[in-house]
């Protein structure tokens, strides 16, 4: 029973693609992709209680999770780590199969009743990044790397959306001179901490942070009336 709703809901998310360039994330998608798929609204609406929020979230956690199969089969234990985040955010914009939707998604996702999702979902992209690449951090750093990362991502991709060059090298321009503004960052956060004065300085608020830790992941999927939704 459950295979067979994954099912029906990937069967609408491919249907509606191709509508979303003319509808945006709409009602009136909903409706062409029921007759696109014979069924009635209702059963649309029952797979994507949220409508058509619940069909662009789904879409964007699926651009992820393609990003996460294309970066696993990719070794990049070697690289440095500018360049692992490089060839991340790549990966995440190489994976989107239409730029419209795209552009129709940041649209969707920057209207007030829309925004905290949208920012959300930018932030598990980088959470996804920063796992993938195996990030460490157990303290204030597990933070700021994803907000740092989130600025830097979701700033290239609006940049990507309006570039027309060959092969998006303007783009990767930009990418390489977000990156280094925050390497340069880093480097500033390191003299600080091997400064003899400046480390004193800053030896209250390094303490505090050093004991702030990410959230915990906790398996409730083993406990009797949970429910995780499949997609």
Do not use: C
């Amino acid at each position: 029973m459950i295979d067979t709703a994954i099912d029906l809901r990937t069967r609408i998310l491919n249907a509606a693609l191709p509508h979303v360039p003319f509808e945006g994330w709409s009602e009136s998608l909903l409706r062409h992709v029921a007759v696109d798929l014979n069924v009635d609204v209702t059963s649309v609406r029952q797979a994507y209680p949220d409508g058509a929020l619940g069909l662009a979230i789904a879409h964007h956690k699926q651009g992820d999770e393609a990003m996460r199969a294309r970066l696993e089969a990719i070794d990049i234990s070697g690289m440095r780590i500018r360049d692992r985040v490089t060839i991340a955010i790549k990966s995440r914009l190489d994976v989107i199969k239409n730029k419209e939707v795209a552009r129709r998604s940041t649209t969707f996702f920057s209207l007030p009743n829309n925004g905290l999702q949208g920012v959300q979902l930018i932030w598990d992209t980088s959470d996804s990044i920063w796992s993938i690449l195996g990030d460490r951090s157990n303290d204030i750093n597990w933070y700021t790397k994803r907000a740092i990362l989130s600025g830097v991502y979701s700033s290239t991709l609006l940049y990507w959306l309006g570039d027309e060059s060959p092969e998006y090298v303007e783009t990767w321009g930009f990418l390489d001179r977000r990156i280094t503004n925050v390497m340069q960052f880093e480097g500033v956060k390191a003299r600080f901490r091997n400064s003899p004065v400046l480390s004193r300085l800053i030896a209250g608020p390094s303490w505090m942070m050093r004991h702030v830790k990410p959230p915990q992941k906790v398996d409730l999927t083993d406990l009797p009336g949970t429910w995780k939704d499949p997609m």
